[in-house]
């Protein structure tokens, strides 16, 4: 994985970059959809694609594991394959789902 930072904002100090993983670039700042258990709901992956042009998804790695588990997702080949989806992933560690469980 890679950032390029492109362009500095002198007045608010925004900034605007690219990230380059090996599933594809992801323009900074971005828009990611919310798929928590991998996909997201009632959104097909063609209009994810095409129409909204979704460059990377948000997954939760806590909601992952408890569902679909560990033994699917690797009996998929991982969850970029368990859904379909070749573009960039990115998962929290679902640390806030775990602590306020407890």
Known sequence: MFFKLQHTEKDTKARAGL?????????TPIFMPVGTQ???KA???EILKNKIDAKIILGNTYHLYLRP????LKGAGGLHKFINWDRPMLTDSGG???YSIS
């Open 96 to 98: 806030f789902q775990v």
């Open 19 to 27: 990230i380059t993983t090996d599933h594809g670039e992801i323009p």
């Open 43 to 45: 959104v097909d992956q």
């Open 38 to 40: 991998g996909t997201v």
């Open 69 to 72: 588990g560990l033994d699917i």
